[in-house]
T-cell receptor, first 112, second 115 residues
């Protein structure tokens, strides 16, 4: 079955440092979504990427979708304590009207 | 709008007991999903529904049943709970007729412990 892996599993940064999480799928995706889950909370949608090579920005967050539509990344510039949480990618398999497969998540800890 | 709500928020069951988790959404979404979240394993899809009266199996359906009698409600049942079903359960819904094309809205979760 489809597998979506994320690295790293955990990252601890000082406030102001940059952070990147990578997402890799075993199959080609029709689109990829990113979610953030604060500690004790529920996943909240951040963004969706559909096109090969697509890059989208949301303030300090930059999202990329790979040319082969099998990988993606989320980069946060100058992290803040409000960025703490777990970031999940979730992909829909290409060619089917299928459900999302979530990645294993990257937990980000930010300290002053 | 309340969005996606789940009841109960917490529950402790003994092995072999049964229970039903209720999910309700007021956004008129066609698609609804049940996930379980375990440490280090992300979110895994249990069952989903593409519309009223329809259900389909996800990645980890064994031990669970679901029903979608009304468009706004999606019920998850555990007929005979097992300790392996200790988890946090999230319900989600989405608008798009193409599953995966639309963002999913999640409920607050139900923390279930089976002893």
């Amino acid at each position: 079955g489809q597998q979506v892996m994320q690295i790293p599993q955990y990252q601890h940064v000082q406030e102001g440092e940059d952070f990147t999480t990578y997402c890799n799928s075993s199959t080609t995706l029709s689109n990829i979504q990113w979610y953030k889950q604060r500690p004790g909370g529920h996943p909240v949608f951040l963004i969706q990427l559909v096109k090969s090579g697509e890059v989208k920005k949301q303030k300090r967050l930059t999202f990329q979708f790979g040319e082969a539509k099998k990988n993606s990344s989320l980069h946060i510039t100058a992290t803040q304590t409000t960025d703490v949480g777990t970031y999940f990618c979730a992909g829909a398999k290409a060619g089917t009207a299928s459900k999302l497969t979530f990645g294993t998540g990257t937990r980000l800890q930010v300290t002053l | 709008n309340a969005g996606v709500t789940q009841t109960p928020k917490f529950r402790v069951l003994k092995t072999g007991q049964s229970m039903t988790l209720l999910c309700a959404q007021d956004m008129n979404h066609e698609y609804m999903y049940w996930y379980r979240q375990d440490p280090g394993m992300g979110l895994r899809l249990i069952h989903y529904s593409v519309g009223e009266g329809t259900t389909a199996k996800g990645e980890v359906p064994d031990g669970y049943n679901v029903s979608r009698l009304k468009k706004q409600n999606f019920l998850l049942g555990l007929e005979s709970a097992a300790p392996s079903q200790t988890s946090v359960y999230f319900c989600a819904s989405s608008y798009s007729w193409l599953a995966g094309q639309g963002e999913q809205y999640f409920g607050p979760g139900t923390r279930l412990t089976v002893t």
